[in-house]
């Protein structure tokens, strides 16, 4: 094996520190780093004359690290496994818990309680509660294991709403339905707040649905404790979205860099774009009180919604009018505008609706590309 060959990646990383080739440049002998393999076999591999581990290879494709924002507002990572060996790990995880307690062999097993660890994780942890976290789902999911095992001799149905086991979350204790549910509301809320930067008023009242969505959801689903987590978690990622806008000077700046003329793009006079060619918020106050008009919203309302929306008609106009647009003769730019945004919003209302409907890592196993998918 000439030393041309080997790939010194992440996931198999060479060591070179000793004199590992020959002559002619093949190699004779070499180590590898298994400190981050999720199972090793033959686990004496650095003792003398030992067999050496037995490293199962995860392309770095097949792999997903996903960063999270937790309550507290720090960023943290979760790792998850989409592909083991070409098998897609896309089973339902009650189908996976209930299989094992009928005592089935299931591939990849612990791949999966990494994945479900890693998902609940991703929508209740912070960077402080993360590792105990971890422990504790995993807890969770032996002793639901168990419980479907007693149900199984007693002749009980193990839906999921017959499921009492408890999961601890950052202190806070869910069920499987209540844990699996709220999940699904923090997926669905998330896809729908830009995080791509550039933020436009429009884009606020995106992030007010978000909030409304998983307070209404917990408000009428979950108890007190649950509630302010779901809400607490869902406000600081909000917050941190907001925080990492850049503030108009720096925005400023990187056009001049480029040899855009200030004058001809800023107006100190602006109620809402201090840079005109730009459709970037800068009224934060105005852009909150967008945010807040959907973020109290009744979701389990449809009249309530409507009625927000017809609020933010009124919000929204002055804004278009600043940016240009304006109603001449036949033509109704401003009324269509106005419309045109109200209807984006009004597919949110959908609890259904998810924007992102796959992240770029699932795709590239999926479909071997790497673009995100709206839909």
């Not at 299989?99 to 942890?125: H, L, M, R, T």
């Not at 307070?215 to 909000?238: D, G, P």
Request: charge should be neutral; aromatic fraction near 10%; glycine fraction near 4%.
């Amino acid at each position: 094996m000439n030393v041309s060959s080997i790939s010194n990646s992440t996931e198999n990383r060479l060591y070179t520190n000793e004199n590992l080739w020959d002559k002619n440049g093949n190699i004779t002998k070499a180590k590898f780093d298994t400190s981050k393999a999720l199972k090793i076999e033959n686990a004496n591999v650095n003792e003398t004359n030992r067999t050496p581990s037995e490293i199962l290879y995860i392309p770095s494709e097949d792999i997903d690290y996903e960063k999270c924002t937790g309550k507290d507002g720090k960023e943290f990572t979760v790792t998850s496994y989409c592909k083991i060996k070409g098998e897609t790990l896309n089973k339902d995880y009650l189908d996976v818990f209930a299989s094992k307690a009928q005592g089935k062999d299931v591939s990849y097993y612990d791949y999966y309680v990494n994945n479900f660890v890693a998902k609940i994780a991703q929508n209740f942890s912070d960077s402080s509660s993360l590792k105990e976290d971890e422990k504790s789902i995993k807890k969770g999911i032996t002793d639901l294991i168990g419980e479907m095992k007693r149900n199984i001799s007693k002749g009980i149905s193990n839906n999921i709403e017959n499921l009492n086991t408890k999961f601890k979350v950052n202190g806070v204790d869910f069920t499987l339905k209540e844990l699996v549910d709220s999940s699904k509301v923090m997926d669905y809320a998330c896809s729908i707040v830009n995080t791509l930067g550039g933020m436009d008023y429009s884009d606020y009242a995106e992030m007010g649905i978000a909030k409304g969505k998983v307070s209404s959801y917990a408000e009428k689903n979950l108890n007190v404790e649950q509630q302010k987590l779901l809400n607490s978690t869902m406000s600081a990622r909000i917050q941190k979205v907001i925080d990492s806008e850049p503030e108009i000077s720096t925005v400023i700046e990187d056009l001049k860099r480029v040899n855009i003329k200030i004058d001809m793009v800023t107006d100190k006079n602006s109620k809402y774009y201090a840079v005109k060619s730009l459709e970037r918020a800068t009224n934060k106050e105005y852009a909150q009180k967008i945010m807040d008009t959907f973020a109290n919203v009744d979701y389990s309302n449809a009249k309530s919604f409507d009625k927000a929306i017809e609020e933010y008609k009124v919000l929204i106009k002055p804004v278009l009018e600043e940016a240009g647009i304006k109603n001449m003769g036949k033509n109704d730019a401003l009324d269509y505008t106005i419309d045109y945004e109200a209807n984006n919003l009004k597919t949110l209302f959908d609890k259904d609706y998810k924007r992102v409907i796959s992240s770029s890592v699932k795709l590239k196993t999926l479909y071997g590309h790497s673009l995100d998918v709206y839909r």
